[in-house]
């Protein structure tokens, strides 16, 4: 089973930029197809992000496209979360997670999860 750290999280203005990482040990980031969560205060979890386990093919959330870039580097055995143009509205805890249950449907294919990094975004 993968073990999942996150790191990178903070207080940013609006408009600023932050990078999340999310290191892996026990198994390689490249295992699984890898993703990012995030869930706000009293808000349910919800999607941001998924690197499939081949190639290079990525996803987004439509309220993340165009600002976030998720990106893998074997060698460090970690995965990233680039976040430009930060919102007010990405104020949330953001959760990495190993896609290691790939026979489930949607979240619940994610069976291995970090402990997540808040991220808060000021006006």
């Known amino acids: 089973q993968v073990q999942l750290v996150e790191s990178g999280g903070g207080l940013v203005q609006a408009g600023g930029s932050l990078r999340l990482s999310c290191a892996a040990s026990?198994?390689?980031?490249?295992?699984?197809?890898m993703g990012w969560f995030r869930q706000a205060p009293e808000k349910e979890r919800e999607f941001v992000a998924e690197?499939?386990?081949?190639?290079?093919?990525?996803y987004y959330a439509d309220s993340v496209k165009g600002r976030f870039t998720i990106s893998r580097d074997n060698a460090q055995n970690t995965m990233y979360l680039q976040m430009n143009n930060l919102k007010p509205e990405d104020t949330a805890v953001y959760y990495c997670?190993?896609?290691?249950?790939?026979?489930?449907?949607?979240?619940?294919?994610?069976?291995?999860w970090g402990q997540g990094t808040q991220v808060t975004v000021s006006s």
């Open positions: 997670a190993a896609k290691d249950r790939p026979w489930m449907v949607g979240a619940g294919a994610y069976g291995s």
């Open positions: 026990g198994r390689t980031v490249s295992s699984y197809a």
């Open positions: 690197m499939r386990k081949f190639g290079s093919n990525t």
